[in-house]
């Protein structure tokens, strides 16, 4: 079974603050590697999605980037915002995609 | 494409109760997931149908548990004999069968047993 892990579980910057969180996998046999935010008592908004024979996607201030070799994705904040808040979780898989507990962020204005 | 779409958003019922949940995935997409959510956890998998064919079926899903998606389209989760652990956000995704095809996830529904 994939597990996922993402580090830190909790993080709080002030606004326009760069900043990334990290997700790593156990099992490399992915097929691709997706981000989601996820707002209270919401479902999840996907971000990002990662093919993989990628190494990254970038969507306006969102970067991501995989390395499956190693097993770790990281998504890449620029210029945070109060409407950035949220919980960011990661993703990866071949039939069935498992999730970690993900990363609450506050940016506060 | 009206995005995935569950039913209902709440539902509140006392323990022992039987419960079930519908959701309808973007048209076209063959694969349907079912999640379980509790707070301040991700998603946990608990199923997944490859057109009508339920596929994969997680352990940690209890014989309460029964999806059925007849015939490809919507799919049901039926909770029978609920407790009150139990009480969770239900999630439910769907995607294209090809390999790099992402996740689309509905708003789920949220599950209280009294």
Redesign the interface.
Known sequence: KQE?T?IPAALSVPEGENLVLNCSFTDSAI??L?W?RQDP??????LL?I??SQREQTSGRLNASLDKSSGRSTLYIAASQPGDSATY?C?GGF????????TKLNVKP | DTGVSQDPRHKITKRGQNVTFRCDPISEHNRLYWYRQTLGQGPEFLTYFQNEAQLEKSRLLSDRFSAERPKGSFSTLEIQRTEQGDSAMYLCASSETGSHSPLHFGNGTRLTVT
């Open positions: 996922v993402q097929y691709n997706q989601f008592g919401k479902g999840l908004t996907s999605l093919q993989s979780l993703t039939n069935k995609f498992y999730f970690g507990s993900g």
